[in-house]
Structures are given as C-alpha cells and as structure tokens.
C-alpha cells in the first residue's frame, strides 16, 4: 500500500470514530453536573476524551484497524465467535491442563504446543460434528475477526499498561478463541494475538512491561505497535504514518470544525436550562 493512500485511510477512519463517538455522546441523558452552568462545553469535552481514553480499543484503535486491513485485501468478518452450549470434557480437560501449565511455568506446553494441542482435540469433530453453540462469556470474545489466505485472525487491542494479573486472563481469552472455533472448524486454521497498539515507553515494551508480559509469548501470542500495524497494512513504518496523521489532523483542524459542528448541533443538551435543573 502506498503511503498516501495509507495516510488517507488513517485520517478519514480517525476522523469518522471520533465524530462518531462524540456524537454518541452528547445525544445520551446524563445526570446532572454542577459545572454544565458554568462551563458545559468544556465540561462535555472532558467527558468525552475522558470516555474515549478508557474505551480507546473500540472507539479507535478497532475501527481504524479494519479500514486498513480492508484496503490490504483482508475480509473484515462481522460475527461473533460462540462456544460450544456444552464443552465436550476432552476439550475442557485440555484447556485446563495447558492454562495450569503455563500460569505455573512448568513448560510443558509453549504458546506453538498449546495452540495445536487444542486443535488436535478438536479433530473428533470432523465426525461427530458440535451442532449446538451459544454466545460466547463477557470477556472471551474477538473485537477484530480477520480473514485472508485461509487464515482467521483474531485480535483485542488492549491497554499498553496491563497489570501482572491480566495476562493469565488473556492467556485464557487466546486459548478460548482457539477452543471455540476448532470446536465448530476442526479443519480450519486461525491465529490469535493481544495487541498493544503502541509502546508508550523509551525503550524495548516487552522488557518494560510487567513480568515480560508472562504466561503470554510475545510475537506468537501477543503483539506490539508495528508487529500488528505492518501486518495489517503491508506497510513498513505504519505507527509512523499513524502518529504523523494524527498531528497533520491537529494542525489542519479538520477534527476542530467538525466537532464544533456537532457542539453546535447539540448546543440544547451541552447547555441546560437552569429552570429545569
């Protein structure tokens, strides 16, 4: 992809999010707050950026990424991945040994051993075919389900300063994705990955994130910046372009007009009524 194009894409998808979100948001009923009197549309404002910092993954980071991959041949797949409605006990039993395993660092499974360990339990159901799945548990799903060249990929951007305890949970978010589409796809292949969409440190992410980012294996379960960027888009540098379009959308005040727009659309509900408050 070219880098025009690419930069095009990313101001265009960032753009839209945001207007999007703050749209979203100013059209919700909100409790009062003293300081709507006082200064309601900076009072908005915070709010909004405020929502925005804690759900950057889907406000952002999520919309953004399927546009790029979009424009580099991938196929943006709008489903949900659903579990089996009853976990067959050799499947579960698998998943159990290898999330032991590895939270205790044993070493007898690794992130390439896990992944086909769970595949290869899955193979019975070439035969004897799961037909019953249901929605998948809070906090087990795909945010960004991928596909080209016979690959499903999944993603889920998270925070780029996770505590210890998170990565245990997105161990078992990983290993569940591969159990619940082997389950329903047993000759399928799919990748999965935790991706950190940037590296807010100085330095090397992995050695300054907590743990090393441990039981997760970077590169094989987990990615950073570029690692995530690049493949999407086939470009080398693509955080670059990222950084350098959102401070071209800065200095163009393409964003500043449009939000104004909407603060003025929605002047009614960013400034109550004293009488009616």
Partial sequence: MEKDVLKAIIKTATIK????????TLKKKSNFQILDLLMPKERKIRSI???METSMGTTLWEPLAKEIAKANGFTVVNEKLKKPTIMPAS???TLGLIR????????????ESSHQAIKNVCQPFLVNRITEFSKAPTGSGVDIWLFKDGVDWFFDTKTVQPNVGDFKKFLDQIMNWYAYYYSNKPDGHAEGRIVFPYNPYDGDFWDKTKAGARPLTPGLEAWVEDDFWDFLSGYAGTFHLIKESFAEINQERTLEASLDKIFDRNASIITPDPDEV
């Fill in 100 to 111: 032991n395993d590895r939270q205790n660092y044993t070493n007898s499974f690794n992130a």
């Fill in 17 to 24: 999010s945001i207007i999007n979100f703050t749209d979203r």
């Fill in 49 to 51: 950026v405020g929502g």
């Fill in 91 to 93: 499947l579960d039993a």
